[in-house]
C-alpha cells in the first residue's frame, strides 16, 4: 500500500522520487516511464526499459525512440571542456550536439554514447562502447572508439543456432520474453550443471 | 594445398586482415588472433558468400564451441559440395 502510494506520487506528480527509488526499486520499464512523463527528454517513446542507473546528462537534447532497453550506459550531448577553455583562454566556444536512439535498439552496461550521434534502429551497443560516430540500422557495435562489428540480422542466426544447442533448450522455446521469474530456478540449476558440472 | 582449403584461406585472410595467415584443417580459434565469436559472424557470413552457400541452423550449432575450426567448415563445406550446393564465385 506505502508501494503504491509512493509510485503514484512519484510517476503522477514527480515527487518524492528518492523515496521512490529506495522503496519502489523500479526495474527499467517503471523506471523508462518514469523518465518518459518526467524526465524532460526531446522526445521518448513507449515500450522502453532503461535502468535507473543509466545517465542521461543531456535529456533536453537527448531523443529516445519506442522499445529501446538501455543498460547502466551513459548520454552525453555537452563538452564540459568549454568551462575550462573559458577559464584559461577566454573562448565562448559551444559544444553541444544532440543524441537520438531510433526504435529497437539495446545499449549495453557502461557504454557512453557522446553528442552528435545517432544509434540506428534495431541495433546494439555492446558494453563498454564508447560512441562517437553514428551509426547505420541494425549495426552491432562495439569497443572505443565504437566500430560495427556485424549486422544483427546475421547475429540472429547464430545466436539462435546456438540456443537451440543447449541443454535448457526446450525451455526457452516455451519463454515469453527474455526473462520469466517462474522458469529461473530450473533454468538457473541447468545452466549451472553445464557451467560448472554442479549445480547450487 | 586442397583447393577447398586454399580457398578457405584466402576468406580468411581477408576476414582477419591478415596477408601471411595460413590454414590447414587443424586451426581452430586458439590458433588465429581475433577468432571470437563476433570475428566468426562475420567469417561465416563471408565464406557463404565465397563458396555461394548458406549453413543451416544445425551447420550453426554444430560451429560453435568445440566446432569453431576449419576441420568442421571444411566438412561442411564438402557436404554442400557432395550436394551440387557450392557456387564458383
Redesign the interface.
Known amino acids: 500500500m506505502i508501494r503504491d502510494f509512493v509510485e503514484r506520487l512519484a510517476l503522477e506528480h514527480n515527487r518524492a522520487l528518492p523515496l521512490y527509488k529506495r522503496v519502489c526499486r523500479p526495474d527499467g520499464k517503471q523506471w523508462a516511464e518514469y523518465l518518459r512523463r518526467h524526465g524532460n527528454l526531446y522526445q521518448m517513446g513507449t515500450g522502453c526499459s532503461i535502468l535507473p542507473s543509466t545517465r542521461i546528462i543531456d535529456p533536453a537534447y537527448t531523443r529516445i525512440g519506442n522499445r529501446v532497453c538501455l543498460g547502466s550506459c551513459t548520454l552525453i550531448c555537452h563538452d564540459g571542456a568549454i568551462e575550462m577553455l573559458y577559464q584559461r583562454h577566454h573562448l565562448r566556444i559551444d559544444r553541444v550536439a544532440p543524441i537520438t536512439i531510433e526504435d529497437d535498439v539495446f545499449v549495453g552496461e557502461g557504454a557512453i554514447l557522446l553528442g552528435g550521434t545517432t544509434v540506428g534502429e534495431g541495433s546494439i551497443v555492446g558494453a563498454g562502447a564508447v560512441l562517437r560516430q553514428s551509426v547505420p540500422a541494425g549495426s552491432i557495435v562495439m569497443g572505443n572508439p565504437a566500430k560495427v562489428v556485424g549486422k544483427v540480422e546475421d547475429m540472429i542466426r547464430f545466436w539462435e543456432a546456438e540456443s537451440m544447442g543447449l541443454p535448457w533448450a526446450e525451455l526457452i522455446a516455451k519463454r515469453e520474453g527474455a526473462f520469466d521469474p517462474a522458469m529461473e530456478p530450473e533454468l538457473r540449476r541447468l545452466r549451472q550443471e553445464y557451467f560448472f558440472k554442479t549445480a547450487r | 594445398m586442397d583447393k577447398l582449403v586454399a580457398d578457405l584461406q584466402e576468406v580468411f585472410r581477408r576476414v582477419f586482415d591478415e596477408d601471411e595467415l595460413e590454414i590447414n584443417e587443424a586451426t581452430s580459434a586458439a590458433n588465429v588472433g581475433g577468432w571470437d565469436?563476433?570475428?566468426?559472424?562475420?567469417l561465416?557470413?563471408a565464406i557463404e558468400k565465397r563458396f555461394g552457400v548458406r549453413f543451416t541452423?544445425?551447420?550453426?550449432?554444430s560451429l560453435?564451441g568445440a566446432g569453431q575450426n576449419v576441420g568442421t567448415l571444411v566438412k561442411l563445406l564438402r557436404a554442400k559440395t557432395a550436394a551440387g550446393g557450392v557456387g564458383s564465385s
Open positions: 565469436s563476433m570475428a566468426h559472424i562475420s561465416i557470413v541452423a544445425s551447420d550453426l550449432a560453435a
